[in-house]
């Protein structure tokens, strides 16, 4: 019966009695009720000598304004303080390129105020082309912060699964889907990749051993598994506080939800509950946490407390509602619901008032995740015919695919650099 999946279609046998879906959901919102900003933008001043191997500054700048659902671009050939007024658009970004010695590139990137041409904001990087995305990435995250007073997303990251030559495996690639690169290299299925914390690698499902256990790798470094006492482990949430792991495991038929060090390699069940519980998501501040149940008869969300008091159901609409992730301020909460077969997006208050849709009539879409600035919700969908990864602002509008080839699920978003530099650099002070 494919309403009641175990963690994944293919996967039933493996894991009897979890039920967490294979990625599902569709549908486009074309009127955003988020008012976005007018920016200009000016294609950058090049030098003679430079071929380019992806796009251009400025086509980077484009892209990042427009994924941000923050900005609306206004498009101009050369400053037009005319298009820039009637457009409203109060500020503008340019630059200049320049060849550099053994194949560099000097990149100037500035920042105006459209009507006074006053610089508001001025980077200059000496890079390989290769690096160039990047750079324009952090240069566009201090225009978010300059303008908006919060920081951007451009330089985070998206994890996902990807089929390569037929196996599915784990992938990272900047947050708009470019310089993808390949975290596991197995025979045998990888999924439900999540990021530890401070970014420094990830935690993820690995069928070696014929069942589903959890693997850790640090980028750069070895593979281990961890938790290898249990029989079979998945379904991963980081604490952002603490870095341990709440992960779903199945004893005798039975899935409960367990929490784990990850170094030491121990852990204990998080609650004793009657029902299945899977899918578990930490709250911002690590003070509760979601998971899917069936205690109602069917898949719905609970809430419940980090030392596993104050159980409360959230949603109540609907027979078939799991995998829900908590907006970065707390909040609200995105999930996906079955509606007549067929898997959507929606997103809803703490108390599962305020139901919002955010997908619709465009296949199956699953796996939402939030951006850290709050503003943006991935998801993947198979609305193409095949699953890709998509971008939509957090009211469903400014639809964006961002993967193109083969079959890509169950994206995760990185957290904030910064946030976790920080909270790396409190620790060592204590």
């Known amino acids: 019966m494919k309403k009641i999946i175990a963690f994944l279609a293919l996967l039933m046998l493996a894991v009897p009695n979890a039920f967490a879906s294979i990625d599902t959901i569709a549908v486009d919102v074309g009127i955003s009720v988020f008012k976005t900003i007018p920016l200009g933008v000016v294609p950058f001043e090049e030098k003679p000598g430079i071929e ?17 659902g923050r900005f609306d671009v206004v498009a101009s050939e050369k400053f037009n303080l005319a298009l820039f007024s009637r457009s409203h658009a109060e500020y503008y970004v340019t630059g200049k390129v320049s060849p550099q010695k053994d194949g560099a590139l000097k990149v100037e990137c500035f920042l105006y105020v459209s009507k006074s041409k006053d610089l508001l904001l001025g980077e200059s990087y000496t890079l390989k082309q290769k690096d160039l995305r990047r750079a324009i990435h952090a240069f566009f995250d201090k225009v ?4 908006t007073g919060e920081r951007g997303v451009a330089s985070t990251k998206l994890a996902y699964v990807s089929k390569i030559e037929g196996v599915k495996q784990v992938v990272v690639s900047d947050y708009d889907g470019f310089h993808r690169s390949q975290v596991t290299r197995d025979s045998t299925i990888s999924m439900m990749p999540v990021w530890t914390r401070g970014n420094a690698g990830l935690v993820y499902v690995n069928f070696k051993t014929n069942r589903p256990h959890l693997y850790a790798k640090n980028f750069g470094g070895p593979e281990r598994v961890i938790f290898p006492q249990f029989d079979q482990t998945y379904s991963p949430a980081v604490n952002p506080r603490t870095g341990e792991l709440l992960f779903s495991s199945t004893v005798d038929g039975k899935t409960d939800l367990f929490l784990g060090n990850m170094e030491t390699g121990k852990a204990r069940k998080f609650a004793y509950l009657k029902s299945n519980q899977t899918s578990p998501a930490w709250s911002p501040y690590a003070t509760e946490v979601l998971f899917t149940s069936d205690r109602g008869g069917g898949p719905q969300i609970f809430v419940m407390g980090k030392d596993g008091s104050d159980l409360r159901r959230v949603t109540f609409m609907g027979r078939y509602n799991e995998r829900a992730s908590w907006s970065p301020n707390g909040d609200r909460i995105v999930y996906t619901s079955m509606d007549n077969g067929k898997m959507n997006i929606y997103t809803c208050a703490l108390d599962g008032s305020d139901i919002v849709q955010l997908t619709n009539n465009a296949g199956n879409n699953e796996h939402p995740t939030w951006s850290p600035d709050g503003k943006l919700i991935a998801f993947s969908s198979n609305r193409s015919g095949t699953y890709q990864i998509y971008i939509m602002r957090f009211d469903g509008a400014n639809v964006t695919r961002i993967t193109q080839g083969g079959e890509n699920t169950s994206p995760t978003w990185s957290w904030f650099y910064e946030d976790s530099e920080q909270q790396k650099t409190k620790e060592g002070a204590k």
């Open 52 to 68: 380019w191997m992806e796009e251009r500054p400025h086509q980077i700048v484009t892209r990042d304004a427009n994924l941000s």
């Open 144 to 147: 978010t912060k300059r303008i």
